[in-house]
């Protein structure tokens, strides 16, 4: 769990600095640095000493965490796509999407290209805006054609796919909930 910006407004409050803490604490000042720049989780032992040099419980660091703004600049390398298929792929949007309740992603398919088909877990929903393209969802054999601007908002633990229909590359916002990859 990445408690960096938790730990950084704590640290900043209480007035201490990195080098104070680092003594305080016995967790090496590069690792703290790490954790704050979010480079790095930590282990719960030193999440365990970080709080005790702070003179707070282990679960007020974590409080709140998920509530935590998250920004990606659009210049920040993405890392997590991954690909369907040689025609398909889908780009987390966000970080640390493990730790959230919804996951952004953008869907790219090819000309006549298809994603795998997904089943996600009970109680999950899944939204798609298209951006550009043209767009089939097949969701367990009923079908449903979008268009540039069309959305779609459907039970995601139903069977599901998505075929591009047009003659060009499709490219669509989908947003599912809870988390499951």
Known sequence: MYIGNKLHALRKAKKISLTELSQQSGVQLATLSRIENMKMVGTLESHINIAKALGLDVTELYRDIDKQPT????????????????????????????????????????????????????????FIFVLEGSIEADIQGQKFALNKSNTLYFDASLPHTFTNTGKSAARALCVCTPVSL
């Open 71 to 126: 920004v990606m600049d659009a210049g920040e390398a993405r890392t997590d796509i991954f690909t369907h298929s040689e025609h398909s792929s889908c780009e987390l949007l966000t970080k640390n999407v493990l730790q959230k309740k919804m996951m952004p992603a953008l869907v790219r398919i090819n000309p006549k290209g298809k994603t795998k088909p997904e089943k996600n877990q009970a109680g999950s929903e899944k």
